[in-house]
Nanobody, 121 residues
Framework: QVQLVESGGGLVQAGGSRTLSCAAS????????MGWYRQAPGKQRELVAT???????NYADSVKGRFTISRNNTRNTMYLQMNSLKAEDTAVYYC???????????????WGQGTQVTVSS
């Protein structure tokens, strides 16, 4: 019933910029913390950035100063602005969110299908 869909991935040259989007749809009462993860070839999935419902953001050391996470609660959409991209940023990027579907329900984690970001030299 609840769905997260990422978009904005693709090819980008090193040093360039790109913005990813994550749109939540379906029966949603409220959205708590949201975040971006990525998984590079042969590597474990790692946390990139998080955005709590209270407006607190956190970033992995590898992207700090280059990436910016934001969210538009009216549109139920989260963004990841990526600047000064490096080859090591190449990965499949996934969005995740804690969502409450009704006031009487608990919180559950939802994941998108992922979007490929490839940084070339």
């Amino acid at each position: 019933q609840v769905q997260l869909v990422e978009s904005g991935g693709g090819l980008v040259q090193a040093g360039g910029s790109r913005t990813l989007s994550c749109a939540a749809s379906g029966s949603i009462f409220s959205i708590g913390a949201m975040g971006w993860y990525r998984q590079a070839p042969g590597k474990q999935r790692e946390l990139v950035a998080t955005f709590t419902s209270g407006g607190i953001t956190n970033y992995a050391d590898s992207v700090k100063g280059r990436f910016t996470i934001s969210r538009n609660n009216t549109r139920n959409t989260m963004y990841l602005q990526m600047n000064s991209l490096k080859a090591e940023d190449t990965a499949v990027y996934y969005c995740t969110a804690k969502i409450r579907r009704a006031v009487s329900d608990g919180w559950f984690d939802y994941w998108g299908q992922g979007t490929q970001v490839t940084v070339s030299s």
